[in-house]
């Protein structure tokens, strides 16, 4: 076999197809980031996360990328332009932010700072998206696409943003708001900018198919529309109906879904313009999916096309229809919310402990029994090879089962099962050995793989940091920092903090679909192990939980200087203990009552020394204070027991 290189492990964790030229492998094995794509300067974020660590800065922490968030606005704007000129469109393209994606104030400015001047709006779907919008934005003249369901103070407060330079477009999604508009537009003596929401009946794709079609959450109907148009004409306001907004769907994985919903909505766009409403923003809305496998197929975490090719789609769907119909070309809006900020964003965490690693387990004398069914597994695990794999691994496992019947009828010893299970353990293990460079598995070894891995225990809360992993399956990218000039030698599954035991990340990419088992390097006493988790810049942060009471993670941003070296621009420090405690009302300054009181019962009862309850009450303050993971190791104090005088030591837990 050919040695291994970081090229085999770039092949394996499938980087150049899902990093988008953001990271790759260097010749050292090192991971290393591109902020601007593979042609910019790059900097190795293993050496990076040493940096932050000697800075104080504790793993899990979340990296964001803010020359990721530009690069990813030039790309999308470019794609647009290029299809523009390419199919002879003269209106101009906007790409807007919906900021459900990601609310965190530092993304919506980075992402700002260059869209600025490409034009870049933003879209919200509730009043506090509405109040931040705003103030993002304020004298700007930017555009604010407003949805969701809306009351009058929302509508209201739309409106009244036109008076410090915002381009509010309202959204009706339902009808009824319709009449909450005018009412609020006469009360305030303002002519609104209003946009309809259609409900389109093409079919999309992906996990998110449902989120369109006739059964969709948000939408006005056919007749729905034509109501409005009809209400707005009797009102003399229609020259206020200025958008039409389509929502094709999130994450689409195939191009057939986008060209059939454009078909449709370019019509609906047509018959608008034949009723007298001059429609000069065309909304495609959201829907351009991230390849978070890698694969470029029409699976749940994949795409079957380009960012080019949505645009040349997009765009050309609209021009057609514009000449066909002689409509004036309207200004042309995507909300590609996903695409823009899932690359910029990783997690680092660490790997704190493991289980079932191979020869992790101390060895049974098996020569100390005599049992016959030992002596078959011994006889059993000669001589294993690719050809009688197959044969040797089913005969282990009814050897396995034989010695289970033996253990419950009371014929094998607790010590004999255990030297039975280390056996079965061997041969299955010399089994994957024999088999593991066959191009097709046999059936029978499928599960084999899964059964040997081990459990690697990482320093962060699937919950928190990926909850779409745990609750939708979604995949992530997940590969070490570091080693990757080394084979990864030992499958593993992934295992968090929390005490729950969907509380795992057991699906994985691969280059032929998603598998169980992820290729790890076996850790090296006294070393950190470091794991990157990646594209988890669209939905995660937000929709994270406090499961166990894990907070936020620390995150810092950073800045590559021309020459490659990291700038940490802006740290902002994860949840304390005393922070999520406080989110379900156990406030600090009375559990630091409740807990003194009861130091100064147990030390009248002579229950602890003067000593102990100092450190008692400083272990309690600082852990308070602490940040919700684990973190470095510090100085273990000696105390005396107030029963023997022996010194005693802390045993607050460690990590390498």
């Given at each position: ?9 770039s ?6 197809t ?9 010749e ?99 009043k ?17 696409i407003?949805n ?6 929302y ?19 339902k ?53 409005v ?9 229609l ?9 094709i769907?999130?994450?689409?994985t ?39 496998d ?34 004036s ?36 004398d098996v ?17 294993i ?20 019947q033996?253990?419950?009828t ?78 990864p ?46 594209l ?15 907070g ?29 405690l ?11 009552r ?30 308070l ?32």
């Open positions: 076999m050919s040695p291994w290189t970081p090229a085999s492990s092949h394996l964790y499938q980087v150049p899902w990093a988008a030229g953001f990271f790759s492998i260097h050292d094995g090192n991971l290393q980031v591109h902020p601007d794509s593979s042609s910019g300067p790059s900097t190795d974020l293993f050496e990076l996360t040493r940096t932050i660590r000697r800075r104080g800065i504790d793993t899990p922490v979340l990296l964001r990328f803010p020359g990721i968030l530009r690069a990813r606005v030039r790309q999308l704007t470019d794609a647009f332009t290029r299809a523009r000129n390419e199919f002879d469109y003269p209106a101009a393209y906007r790409c807007v932010f919906p900021i459900k994606v990601n609310q965190e104030r530092w993304v919506v400015e980075g992402l700002l700072e260059e869209g600025r001047q490409h034009g870049m709006g933003l879209e919200v779907g509730s506090p998206e509405l109040i931040a919008g705003i103030a993002l934005q304020a004298g700007e003249g930017s555009l604010l407003c969701g369901y809306k009351d009058a103070e509508i209201e407060m739309a409106l009244l943003s036109a008076h410090i330079g915002i381009t509010s477009v309202i959204v009706i999604e009808l009824s708001e319709l009449e909450t508009i005018l009412r609020s537009a006469r009360l305030l003596n303002l002519r609104p900018r209003i946009g309809v929401r259609c409900k389109l009946t093409s079919p999309s794709s992906g996990r998110w198919s449902e989120s369109t079609g006739v059964r969709s959450k948000f939408g006005l109907t056919a007749r729905e529309i034509v109501t148009v009809e209400t707005l004409q009797d009102a003399d306001m020259d206020c109906l200025e958008l039409l907004h389509v929502h769907g999130s994450q689409i195939h191009i057939r879904a986008v060209k059939k919903a454009m078909r449709e909505a370019t019509q609906i766009l047509a018959n608008l313009n034949s009723m007298g409403a001059h429609i000069t923003w065309f909304d495609a809305g959201g829907g351009l999916a991230v390849d978070y890698g694969s470029g197929s029409t699976g749940d975490s994949s795409m079957n096309y380009s960012l080019q090719e949505y645009a040349n789609d997009v765009v050309w769907a609209l021009a057609e229809t514009c000449r066909e119909h002689e409509i070309p309207p200004t042309l809006l995507t909300e590609s919310g996903r695409a823009l900020v899932a690359h910029h964003s990783m997690l680092v965490t660490e790997v704190v402990g493991t289980t079932g690693l191979s020869g992790q387990a101390p060895l049974l020569q100390e029994s005599r049992h016959d069914l030992l002596e078959e597994f011994i006889d059993l695990a000669d001589g090879t690719e050809d009688n794999a197959v044969e040797h691994y089913h005969d282990a496992q009814e050897l396995r089962e034989r010695a289970l033996l253990f419950n009371g014929h094998l010893s607790l010590t004999d099962k255990g030297r039975a299970e280390q056996l079965f353990s061997q041969t299955c293990q010399s089994v994957q050995r024999a088999t593991r460079h066959m191009e097709v598995l046999p059936e029978a070894l499928a599960s084999l793989e899964r059964d040997l891995a081990a459990t690697y225990f990482l320093n962060a809360s699937i919950f928190q940091s990926l909850p779409d992993s745990w609750a939708i399956d979604q995949l992530f990218p997940i590969l070490p920092l570091h080693r990757l000039a080394e084979e030698t030992q499958g593993a599954i992934l295992a968090d903090l929390t005490c729950d035991s969907d509380g795992r990340v057991d699906r994985f990419i691969g280059t032929r679909g998603p598998k169980r088992v992820l290729e790890l390097h076996p850790p090296t006493a006294g070393q950190p192990y470091y794991l990157g988790i990646f988890l810049g669209a939905y995660q942060e937000i929709l994270g939980d406090i499961h166990n009471l894990f936020d993670t620390h995150v810092a941003h950073v800045e590559i200087n021309a020459d490659g070296r990291p700038r940490l621009v802006h740290v902002q420090a994860g949840e304390r203990v005393e922070d999520v406080s989110h379900v009302e156990y406030h600090g300054a009375e559990l630091r409740t807990v003194r009181r009861h130091v100064e019962h147990a030390l009248a009862m002579e229950h602890m020394s003067d000593e102990e309850s100092a450190l008692f009450l400083r272990r309690f303050e600082s852990s204070q602490g940040y919700t993971y684990l973190t470095r190791a510090t100085a273990k104090p000696k105390v005396s027991t107030p029963q023997t005088g022996q010194s005693i030591e802390d045993s607050r837990s460690e990590q390498s």
